[in-house]
């Protein structure tokens, strides 16, 4: 993830909602790890309410789409200054 790009926005704008029960399911452990570190950015940075709510909603069993999606989020907060340090 080192040599990927800052993203300038939380989520793609053209993304669609998908049914959490289709598409290709990714390990699940890691996947929770990685929300349930997000979920302290509530507190911390209001803007990603939204983007945290959607990616928690398929923590039972996330896709391969949410998973893109949470590492879309990990670039942007690359990007971001208060958390460029901490992504490193």
């Avoid at 390990?27 to 990603?48: C, H, R, W």
């Avoid at 309410?49 to 879309?72: C, F, G």
């Amino acid at each position: 993830m080192e040599s990927n790009k800052p993203m300038e926005t939380p989520l793609a704008s053209n993304r669609r909602k998908e049914d959490a029960t289709l598409g290709e399911v990714v390990e699940a452990t890691i996947y929770k790890n990685l929300v349930g570190s997000f979920m302290y950015l509530v507190n911390t940075q209001p803007d990603m309410r939204y983007e945290i709510s959607q990616l928690s909603q398929v923590m039972v069993r996330p896709t391969k789409l949410y998973w893109k999606v949470t590492k879309h989020v990990l670039r942007y907060l690359r990007g971001t200054s208060q958390y460029g340090l901490w992504y490193r």
